[in-house]
């Protein structure tokens, strides 16, 4: 393969949560009084750390949320998790063809470890990944679009950024690769391509992937 580590984004492009935690963030919102849409959920925060929800809430409304938002939002997530996840159809198939060839891969999410562990332990992925090969915004000071996290990534894994691609589905985690100076590949799956029109290259279904990455 023309790369010498595939540095794969975690909700929807490893897991099919992205519909699960967008559905959740936009009721819980809209329970506390910030009405928001699921189409808008997508458009606002997929693919960024939950700062972001905080920050924008608070910029467009000048009200905080509440201390426990985090807590209360995750436990309803990861609830559902445990009764709905499924890994991205695909998936397996991409990570035993790395395997196969001896290509190094990580996931780097904006996700917390907690949410990484939990969705992999409940999809199975979990048996494709050693911890030390598991990145989230947590362990960097700014989560996406800033290439904070995958500069980590690679860093961590002992590659340069030049021979990295990036996986992603959604605008931030492209703008954040592109700004790491690396490929990035935009999963188009729940994501209109014109979003993602800064990656390398653009792509519907995960099955594809492997051959792409030849």
């Known amino acids: 393969m023309r790369y010498d580590l595939v540095i794969f984004d975690n909700d929807g492009v490893l897991v099919d949560s992205e519909p699960i935690s967008n559905k959740l963030l936009a009721g819980y919102l809209t329970e506390l009084g910030h009405p928001t849409s699921y189409e808008e959920s997508l458009r606002d925060y997929m693919g960024s750390a939950m700062h ?21 939002f995750h436990g309803r997530v990861f609830a559902a998790f445990e009764r709905e996840l499924k890994p991205v159809a695909g998936a397996v198939d991409v990570l035993e063809r790395l395997v196969a060839d001896g290509v190094s891969y990580c996931v780097a999410s904006s996700g917390s470890h907690e949410r990484i562990r939990v969705g992999h332990r409940t999809t199975g992925l979990d048996q494709w990944f050693e911890e030390e090969w598991v990145f989230s915004s947590e362990d960097v000071g700014r989560g996406k679009p800033a290439p904070d996290l995958f500069l980590y990534a690679a860093e961590r894994m002992g590659v340069v950024p030049e021979q990295c691609v990036v996986v992603e589905d959604s605008p931030l985690g492209v703008r954040a690769a592109v700004a790491a100076g690396m490929d990035v590949y935009g999963f188009t799956a729940m994501t209109p391509a014109e979003r993602l029109s800064g990656a390398s290259q653009l792509f519907g279904d995960m099955r594809e992937l492997a051959e792409l990455l030849v």
Not at 52 to 72: C, N, S
Request: charged share 50%; aromatic share 4%.
């Open 52 to 72: 972001r929800v905080h920050d924008l809430v608070e910029e467009r409304t000048g009200q905080r949320l509440p201390d426990d938002f985090d807590d209360v």
